[in-house]
């Protein structure tokens, strides 16, 4: 969780709501000891989220500066130099606070690495903001199936997910997106599955997480 502390927020720094921060996940979000902070606010409804409090921005979420999280995480600046980690930014929905993470990176970050955790179905111009920011994309993509994508996510713009994923091989490469597909119980199948990394592999992505999706009805 956030440390207590009271923020100072200068009006020159930008402000997102961040709802937590994690420190020392070891070779999780990411290889090496990376810290991972989570946003409220997402653009999906998925039914089995692991993280649905963060859905939506409460009134009362604090905001917090790009300085104020930088005094915070910088104390973990040895591990992060030492093992390759660094900052993972999750939600929620990163990618909505563009403006803060590429602000963080220009100005406090010179040696960590900078990933984000992200369903990617967002403006274009979220993530080419970070094109040159973000050093690893871990893309949470559910399915390739465009009706199972609808009835689990609760969006109906999957071909903004499709477009957005071609820009971003296209502009990054697929050494630096690691895909996330998972078995979704009463959504997919290995069967799906199978078919979403054939669709995505013709996209030229190479590096995928394949596992089953732990919810209330398999644990």
């Known amino acids: 969780m956030i440390e207590t502390t009271k923020y100072y927020i200068p009006r020159w720094w930008s ?7 994690s420190r020392f996940r070891i070779n999780v979000d990411g290889s090496g ?15 089995y989220c692991l993280n649905a409090n963060m859905k939506k921005v409460p009134a ?19 591990y992060f130099r030492a093992t390759g980690g660094g900052i993972t930014f999750g939600g929620g929905e990163p990618l909505l606070q ?7 990176k220009e100005h406090f970050v010179q040696n960590w690495k900078i990933r984000v955790e992200t369903c990617l179905n967002v403006p274009k111009e979220c993530m080419v903001a970070l094109y040159d920011v ?24 999957f071909r903004n997910l499709v477009n957005n994923l071609k820009a971003l091989i296209a502009a990054v490469g697929p050494e630096k997106i690691l895909v996330r597909v998972p078995l979704i119980e009463f959504y997919s199948n290995e069967q799906d599955q199978e078919y979403s990394v054939g669709v995505l592999k013709k996209m030229g992505f190479t590096r995928f997480d394949l596992f089953t999706y732990k919810t209330v009805y398999n644990e």
């Open 33 to 47: 000891v990376n810290t991972l902070v989570t946003f409220y606010g997402c653009p999906l409804d998925c039914k």
């Open 98 to 104: 563009y403006k803060f993470i590429k602000e963080f």
């Open 60 to 78: 009362s979420a604090k905001m917090m500066s790009t300085m104020n999280l930088y005094e915070i995480v910088k104390k973990d600046n040895i």
């Open 134 to 157: 973000v050093d690893e994309w871990i893309v949470d993509v559910k399915t390739m199936q465009c009706f199972s994508y609808y009835d689990y996510t609760g969006s109906k713009d």
């Open 15 to 21: 402000c997102a709501p961040v709802s937590a921060i």
